[in-house]
Antibody, heavy 121, light 107 residues
Framework: EVQLVESGGGLVQPGGSLRLSCGAS????????MHWVRQRTGKGLEWVAI???????YYAGSVKGRFTISREDVKNSLYLQMDSLRAEDTAVYHC???????????????WGQGTLVIVSS | DIQMTQSPSSLSASVGDRVTITCRAS??????LNWYQHHPGKAPRLLIY???TLQSGAPSRFSGTGSGTDFSLTISSLQSEDFATYYC?????????FGGGTKVEIK
């Protein structure tokens, strides 16, 4: 069974930093692209970042230059370093695995329960 | 960035109703459009990918159509477990983007 468990969320002041972690099990982590997706309270889903199996990274415009995604395949772990945090970054952050099927990729098929980040003074 | 616009943002319906949700992309995304169902407190569930392919395990009352910029998700006969929020997502290119969601509520 695929399991994704996030940690590292909490309360941080504007301008501060936080590092989220995601531990994965139940699948061969190194074979899959991994993402962070967030959801602000009462709002919809917002894709944040991807690190693919080749180590390439892409970011949403709203976090580019402030957030850094990384992974350690030997530890089956995904990370999100969040710097220069803003109030609008307050959200639940989910670690998500994607798959390809029938030539279509970036299908979000397994989600962690999420970790809450609150940016407030 | 590709913007995804869903409509309506919410709707009220009864069990047994036929429900259609639409999603429009700001530029052509071919068939790289996926649909998710999200119940509060649970992980989103992939229902449809590549615009019209039913994900394994998803009920056959869900169907998707469209290509280019205009897409739709139809629930042929709404069941009680279908009351949830539905999101479209484009997988054509990064940054990946979701629609704003459609909340399906009980009438």
């Amino acid at each position: 069974e695929v399991q994704l468990v996030e940690s590292g969320g909490g309360l941080v002041q504007p301008g501060g930093s936080l590092r989220l972690s995601c531990g994965a099990s139940g699948f061969t982590f190194s074979n899959f692209d991994m993402h962070w997706v967030r959801q602000r309270t009462g709002k919809g889903l917002e894709w944040v970042a991807i690190m693919d199996t080749a180590g390439d990274t892409y970011y949403a415009g709203s976090v580019k230059g402030r957030f850094t995604i990384s992974r350690e395949d030997v530890k089956n772990s995904l990370y999100l370093q969040m710097d220069s945090l803003r109030a609008e970054d307050t959200a639940v952050y989910h670690c998500v695995k994607t798959v390809c099927s029938g030539g279509s990729c970036y299908l979000f098929d397994s989600w962690g329960q999420g970790t809450l980040v609150i940016v407030s003074s | 960035d590709i913007q995804m616009t869903q409509s309506p943002s919410s709707l009220s319906a009864s069990v047994g109703d036929r429900v259609t949700i639409t999603c429009r992309a700001s530029q052509s995304i071919s068939i790289y459009l996926n649909w998710y169902q999200h119940h509060p407190g649970k992980a989103p569930r992939l229902l449809i990918y590549a615009a019209s392919t039913l994900q394994s395990g998803a009920p056959s009352r869900f169907s998707g159509t469209g290509s280019g910029t205009d897409f739709s998700l139809t629930i042929s006969s709404l069941q009680s477990e279908d009351f949830a929020t539905y999101y479209c997502q484009q997988s054509h290119s990064t940054p990946l983007t979701f629609g704003g969601g459609t909340k399906v509520e009980i009438k």
